[in-house]
């Protein structure tokens, strides 16, 4: 029989499965539905509900389970063998609440496989809707609980992160106070990924470290709620919050439903999920202090992988629980593809082979020229008006300011992760931009470490199904190695190893200290907290 498992990502736009065969070290099935394509009824765009005010981003928990029961449906009708597969687990969009009443753990207990899960989970919602990170509807709740931990520092210290609109404590506060009674019909509070896995085993399921970690409530070195996050949300919310565990920890065997609907093996478990951007931590094969993943896209990300929880305390990166047991961070800039587009676009570069022999044709360092590519308001450094700034940078010369976008982006990536206290060893570059060596090796040299080019297709589904595989690993009594587990899974593209010149190192390591007073001085005095 072969070894099978099961991950699953409920994303914002799309559920998905990875089938991975552990012997075979092998992805041997991968199917996605698009939420707006496959169930239009619930009338989502991009998997969101229209909504009058264009801060408030909500979906719908019930499309959400719709799309669990036609993706088993799916797997069946492939020919998936799901009476193979050993467990299961997954991955969600993170930060989404689902607010569920005293009828929900009853509901789930007794899921009726002649009824459709939609059928089943009638009546269990206090509040039909679910806010989702992309809402940013929460200043004045994300202010308050600020106030109330203490500024920016000191929520970031206790919680991992500063209050973000998006994050579950302020949406919680938000309802808490505009629908007071609906609040208090409130029995439980789950994320997206502790909801499905909810439906999947028929019982309320923990949040794990990863997902809990960006709630703005858990205590991120303890790794229990924080009694004080609780305070300073919403009252009576310990009693609303299931328990948080391990990334690793069984939930319990799958619901009968599966069993008798789809063909799951009685004994199949299901463990806890997390969310996407741990589970893709595992899915890139971040297992390891200082192995770093680069995510070249809209928006360029900088996911990191540290033993020793180090908080930033501008608050601008996050801190979530890695599902090794260790942490990860996530920081986001947002001039990433579109900024090295305009400037591609602006000196009439008509594609990136011209742009990487730009880069190519101009010596690293760029004689001391230096570009803020702010065009669009910046995540990191915090940047509320957009502004593109030159220091000792001709203007009119096409080659240099091509050099000076991507010296930029790799120089800020550098500065705004040394509060990690942890410098890379290796970096993972993906997504779009990955495919130009001439960025991988300016990466290269301001990172001063070898890049690789990973492509992972799914790493959220993938990661999900690798904790899968070491969840039950575990259960069985073995000591499983991460490395074992993601062996063959995870591995970058071959020859694809960029290694930093040492002497555009040394440009770099002086070069980076006048970037951060250019900064220093293109930037607001910090705001007071
Ligand atoms: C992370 C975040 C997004 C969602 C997307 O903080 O908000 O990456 O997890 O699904």
Redesign the pocket.
Known sequence: MAKLFLGLDS??QSVSAVVIDCDRRKVVYEKSLNFDKALPQYGTQNGVLPHPDPLVKHSSPLMWAEALDRLFAEMKKDGVVLGEILAISGSG???GSIYLNDRAAGALAKLNPQKTLVENLHGIFSRPTSPI?MDSSTAAECAEIRKKLGGIKATAQLTGSDTFE?FTGPQIRKFYKTEPDAYDQTASIALVSSFMASLLAGKIAPIDHGDGA?MNLMDIRKKVWHPNALNATAPDLKKKLPPLAESWKIVGAVSPYFVKKFGLNPEAQTLVWS???PCSVIGLGLIREGMVAISLGTSDTYFGSMKKCQTDEHGEG?VFGSPTGDYMT?ICFKNGSLAREKIRDAYGIRDWKKFGAALTATPPGNNGGILLPWFEAEIVPRVNQPGIHRFDLDEKDAAANCRAIVEAQMMTMRLHSQWMKVAPGCIYATGGASQDSPILQVMADVMNCPVLRIEVSKSAALGAALRAAHGWLVQTGEKPKWEQVVAGFTDPVSNSEIRPNPKAARVYDQLIKKYAACERKALPPPAKT
């Open positions: 994303s914002t969009q993170q930060h990170w998006r960006g969310g996407d951007n996050h996530l």
